[in-house]
Every structure is written in C-alpha cells, then in structure tokens.
C-alpha cells in the first residue's frame, strides 16, 4: 500500500520557518525520488523540489531556491523534510510530497525536467501552509 503522509504545517508568521515532514511507507522506498509541490488558491501545482533516495542529491525550481531545504531524516529515511524559511504571505498554499511512478527512469524525476505534477503518481493529502500576520 502507497502512503505519503505530510504533517507541520499550520499558520505562520512572515519571516518565520516552517518544517514540513512527509512520511513514507515502506513500499514507497522502491522508488527513487520524493517531490515536494504546492497549490496556492486558485492557481495550478508547482514544483518545489525534490530529493534522490541514492544519493540525497536535491532539486530546487528556480523559485525555491535559496529559501527551501529538502532533507532525509538521518535515523529514518522513510521521513522526508521541507524546511522554507522567510516566510512569504505568497507561500500560502497546500503541499503536498509525491512519489513518481517505480518504472520512472533513474535520477529523471529529480531533475528540471522531471519534476512536473504529471510525473508524480502517488500523492499525499496535502498539508495546509499560511502564511500571514
């Protein structure tokens, strides 16, 4: 059985932090990468970045870079994290963490070309983020 299971998400502050964890189950280790994407109100998916299982090798689309980090739990890889820091009220959205589909190829759906919603099969439930004074 597929699970993704975000959590850590809530009302913040702009300027502040906010750590989003997304739990994996153990079937969902076969595959290769996790995503992080959002939907803000009314607009489509975005891509937020992603990290490789072999390596912890992590993607940023450009608009995350510099105020997102993605990690691996270090006592339990099933765990992935989303650190966004500085706050923004134009994170406000729900995100969501992703696994793509096992046959994906290799490193693909970690990278500026894969990580796209529609490479993404398997899917949270999402985790509400506000951000507002």
């Known amino acids: 059985q597929v699970q993704l299971v975000e959590s850590g998400g809530g009302l913040a502050q702009p300027g502040g932090s906010l750590r989003l964890s997304c739990a994996a189950s153990?079937?969902?280790?076969?595959?290769?990468?996790l995503g992080w994407f959002r939907q803000a109100p009314g607009k489509d998916y975005e891509g937020v970045g992603c990290?490789?299982?072999?390596?912890?090798?992590?993607?940023y689309t450009p608009s995350a870079k510099g105020r997102f980090t993605i990690s691996r739990d270090n006592d339990d890889e099933k765990t992935v994290y989303l650190q966004i820091n500085s706050l923004k009220p134009d994170d406000t959205a729900v995100y969501y963490c992703a696994a793509p589909p096992g046959f994906a190829p290799p490193g693909y759906p970690c990278s500026p070309a894969g990580l796209r919603p529609s490479a993404y099969d398997y899917w949270g439930q999402g985790i509400q983020v506000t951000v507002s004074s």
């Open positions: 153990e079937k969902t280790l076969d595959w290769l990468s």
């Open positions: 990290i490789r299982r072999s390596d912890n090798m992590t993607y």
